[in-house]
C-alpha cells in the first residue's frame, strides 16, 4: 500500500530505474504499493501513481534523451508520463506481464524517446515487441517462447541482445539484432539450443 500506514520502508519492489544525469533521482516499482520517486538518494520517497487504476507495477523506463518522459507497464496496460511521474496516459492496453528473473523488460532508445522495445513474456504471441511512436503501437519484433531478458549495446543503439526458451520453431539462446530490432540470429555457441540465458550480462560481455 501506498498510504501513511503502511509499514515505512518495508516492502518488495520489481523495478527500479536511474535518471540518467541525476543519481539522486531514481524510481522503484512495487508489486501492490505502486510506483514511487526520491529526490535525494533515497532518504525520502513519495508515491506518483496512486491516481492510476492499479499499483502492479511491471516495469519502468526513462527516456535517456527526455527524462522527464517515463514508461511503466501494469496488467492494465502501459502507461507514459512526459512530466516525470506528475500525470499519467495509458497508452496501450498490452500487457507485457512481470518477467520474473530480470532483465530490462522495457528499453528506450538513447536519443528517440519514441523507440521502445519491451519483453513480453505474456503477450500473445510472446517475444520482444517494439513500438514506433512512443508505445501506442506495438509490433512483434522477435516471436519466442518465455523471453527472459533483452539489453541494448550502449555503444551500438542498433545491437540488442535477446534471450528466448525456445520451442519448436525457435531454438533456445542468445539472439542478436543490429538493425534495432528489423532480423535477429541467434549466436552461436552462446548456449545455443540448451537453456534460457536468464541474464545476458553474466553470460556474455557486453
Known sequence: SSSASGYSGIG???CIAFHPSNANTFWVGTPAG??????NG??????????????TIQAIAIAPSS???????????????????????????????????????LIVHPTNPDIIFGVGKCANPS?????????????????GVNPSDLIMDPSNSNTLYAS??????????IYVSTNLGVSWQILKGCMDGLLPVLNIENTIHI
Open 34 to 39: 505502486g510506483l514511487w520517486k526520491t529526490t
Open 127 to 143: 517475444g520482444i515487441y517494439k513500438s514506433l511512436d512512443g508505445g501506442e503501437n506495438w509490433q512483434i519484433s522477435l516471436q
Open 164 to 173: 528466448l526458451s525456445g520451442n519448436t520453431a525457435m531454438r533456445a539462446g
Open 12 to 14: 518488495r519492489i520489481n
Open 42 to 55: 533515497g532518504i525520502s520517497w513519495s508515491p506518483i501513481s496512486d491516481q492510476l487504476t492499479t499499483l
Open 67 to 105: 527524462p522527464s518522459r517515463i514508461y511503466i507497464t501494469t496488467p492494465k496496460g502501459i502507461y507514459r508520463s512526459n512530466d516525470s511521474g506528475e500525470h499519467w496516459t495509458l497508452i496501450s492496453n498490452r500487457n507485457f506481464c512481470f518477467n520474473g528473473f530480470g532483465g530490462a523488460y
